[in-house]
């Protein structure tokens, strides 16, 4: 099966967020940016959309049913690391101890919720500068 790239007038993003709420917040705001937008409720269906579709942005929650946002990383590193510069964290699960850890040894941005819609615009446009500034090195 080929993968849809996105044209490149339109970034796709992936936003995995089991909170139904601030799913489609999100969904709303990067809509209204212009963003093609795709969800997933946890890492598992997040693979699988991946498995179908190039997404030039992930964005993901921690604290997710299934598979959280620790394993998904885990499973982007070992099945496609190519995609690990284009996630994004956000969470509301600094201050414990476990994803603290975790979070200080990636590389990955991480925005806190509440997140303001600068700082995810910041974070997202960060994202496609470092894959634009790739594909020109290429």
């Excluded at 849809?4 to 917040?25: N, T, Y």
């Excluded at 994004?88 to 819609?117: C, D, H, W």
């Excluded at 894959?131 to 090195?137: D, H, I, S, T, V």
């Amino acid at each position: 099966m080929e993968l849809r790239e996105s044209s490149p007038l339109q970034a796709h993003v992936l936003v995995i967020e089991d909170e139904p709420s601030v799913a489609q917040m999100m969904v709303d705001l990067l809509e209204s940016d212009g963003y093609a937008v795709d969800t997933a409720v946890n890492g598992l269906v997040a693979l699988e959309k991946i498995s179908e579709r190039m997404y030039d942005v992930i964005l993901s929650d921690l604290r997710m049913p299934e598979l959280d946002g620790m394993g998904l990383y885990d499973a982007l590193a070992r099945e496609r690391p190519a995609l690990l510069p284009r996630l994004i964290f956000i969470t509301g699960s600094m201050e414990q101890p476990e994803y603290r850890g975790f979070l200080a040894g990636k590389p990955a941005p991480v925005i806190a919720k509440p997140f303001n819609l600068v700082d995810l615009q910041d974070a997202i446009q960060h994202v496609l500068d470092g894959r634009q500034g790739a594909a020109e090195k290429a």
